[in-house]
Structure formats: structure tokens, C-alpha cells
């Protein structure tokens, strides 16, 4: 199934739209996160001429790799989406550009093909944490051996000084 809707396809007014994408439509190149469950797409399509207003959900369940321990876990995902599009304007040209305070919130389409493949990426982008853990009381990896926290225990003894408190510390021992 097809991750473009044809904006020239949709009548005027509201229609449902209703898609399932399977994981492997998803190969994600940067490693943050692996989407691991197929990808349920509901949403009211409503169409004012060239403008394009998206609501609805977004269910699926991402892997990714705890900041802590590394170790790989899932976030279930289920989010939802209002987002608004408008056609691209046609003097907008791949790279940089300033961004307006009236386009936050606000995607562009062109060609009269929206991507639904971008609209759902960045929705996982939103729905991952800032530092994901696994658990939050997650031990991490030994900064000295390496060894998982949560699996192993170890002797190792990681006290760390700040070089720049040495002098201080030798006028206290005095």
C-alpha cells in the first residue's frame, strides 16, 4: 500500500482515511529507534481547497536502545496527529530556509502528493523520550568494567575527583 495520498484524489470536504504499514516500509538509516509492529494509520482527511487538515491516530510499537544500559526495549506508540498542510511554495527550494512563527505547526506537500511516510516518522520522533530508559530505575553500565548493572554486580570503584578542587584538597588535609 501506497505512503502518498494525491491531494487531487480527495473530495472537497471530510473523508476517512485508514492504513496499515508494515515495519519493513520503515528502514530507519540514523538508528534512533526501529519501528517492530505494523503501523495502524486512522485519520479525517479535510480538504478546503488546497489546504489539507490531517486528524487522527497513529498506533505501532518502536524498539530503541535504553541510554543507560543499551540494552534494546519497545515504546508502544499510540499518538495523536492534527496536522495542517499547505502546498509548497513553488520559490521554496531544498536546504536551508527561515522559519516563520506562522509555520510551526504547519507542513508543506508538493506536487500534489502528501508523504505519509514523513508524517509518521515525525510523529515517532515526538513520541520517543528525551533519554529513553528501560525501566526507571535502570543501573546503567560500569563506567570502569562495562558490565550491565542490572544483570551483574561488580567491585569496581569509580570515585572521580574534580581536578580543579586538588588545591582545595590539599589545604583541608592540612
Known sequence: ??????????????????????????????????????VEFTAEVRKDEKKIRLVGRIRTTLTTECSRCLEPFVIPVD??????????????????????????????????????????????YLALPMKPL???????????CGINRNHESCTCQSEWTDPRLEGLKRFVQE
Open 134 to 144: 528501560c525501566r526507571p530505575d535502570c543501573h546503567g553500565l560500569c563506567p570502569v
Open 79 to 124: 499518538a495523536a496527529i492534527d496536522t495542517l498542510l499547505l502546498p509548497a511554495a513553488p520559490e521554496a527550494v531544498a536546504g536551508e530556509h527561515e522559519v516563520q512563527a506562522e509555520d510551526l505547526g504547519v507542513s508543506f506537500y508538493r506536487d500534489d502528493i502528501i508523504d505519509l511516510g514523513d508524517i509518521l516518522r515525525e510523529q515517532f
Open 1 to 38: 500500500m501506497s505512503m502518498f495520498l494525491e491531494v487531487s484524489r480527495l473530495r472537497p470536504g471530510s473523508e476517512t482515511v485508514t492504513r496499515r504499514f508494515e515495519p519493513s516500509e520503515f528502514a530507519s538509516n540514523d538508528g534512533d529507534f526501529v519501528v517492530s509492529a505494523p
